[in-house]
């Protein structure tokens, strides 16, 4: 959804800023399902604002890109989400060094073509994990499949014999029935 919004804001880049906040860098207890949309909902009011789009990417990076919004607004946001975080030693220090390992300014009408590129090789790298997923799955449901051959009729015969001769007298009725209707055998 990213690259398809990225494509359609190509023609209009006026005023355009994103941030991509790294929260795949999270320690992993730090980056559960809720935790990243409760991060994306402090967007939102800036997406209601100024022409925002927050997308929440497959490795619970977040993407945040709006038309005419502050700095200042703009970094309010991270900031919440960083204190949201602020266990996590990613959203720890205060140099830009640290800052910049949480996450990356854009300003899209000069990096937009940047911005792009990241984008779509990020794309094309996802895409390329799911076409080995979905190979490793299928290869381990071959595996995972019987390799025993299934029963011939002259062992069908042998068997339908042994069960004809096996003496189910202490067997229930119920028992009896049961196997007869099954196996389509009588006993005598």
């Keep these: 959804m990213l690259l398809d919004y990225l494509q359609r804001?190509?023609?209009?880049?006026?005023?355009?800023r994103a941030v991509h906040i790294h929260?795949?860098?999270?320690?992993?207890?730090?980056?559960?399902?809720?935790?990243?949309k409760i991060a994306a909902a402090t967007f939102e009011g800036i997406v209601q604002n100024f022409e925002g789009q927050t997308f929440i990417l497959s490795n619970s990076d977040i993407f945040f890109v709006c038309k005419g919004a502050s700095v200042t607004d703009i970094?309010?946001?991270?900031?919440?989400?960083r204190f949201l975080f602020s266990e996590d030693p990613l959203s720890?220090?205060?140099?830009?060094?640290?800052?910049?390992?949480?996450?990356?300014?854009?300003?899209l009408e000069l990096q937009y073509d940047e911005v792009f590129q990241m984008v779509q090789q990020a794309h094309r790298e996802r895409e390329r994990k799911s076409r080995l997923s979905v190979a490793a799955e299928a290869a381990a449901d071959l595996k995972g499949k019987s390799t025993r051959k299934p029963i011939d009729p002259e062992q069908l015969g042998k068997l339908e014999g042994f069960l004809q001769r096996a003496d189910l007298s202490n067997r229930s009725?119920?028992?009896?029935?049961?196997?007869?209707?099954?196996?389509?055998?009588s006993y005598a």
């Design 75 to 81: 970094d309010t946001a991270v900031m919440k989400v």
């Design 173 to 185: 009725e119920e028992h009896t029935s049961e196997l007869q209707s099954r196996f389509g055998i």
């Design 9 to 16: 804001l190509g023609r209009n880049l006026e005023g355009r």
């Design 23 to 36: 929260l795949s860098r999270l320690r992993p207890q730090n980056r559960r399902d809720y935790h990243i």
């Design 92 to 107: 720890q220090g205060e140099d830009e060094e640290d800052l910049a390992r949480f996450c990356t300014w854009y300003n």
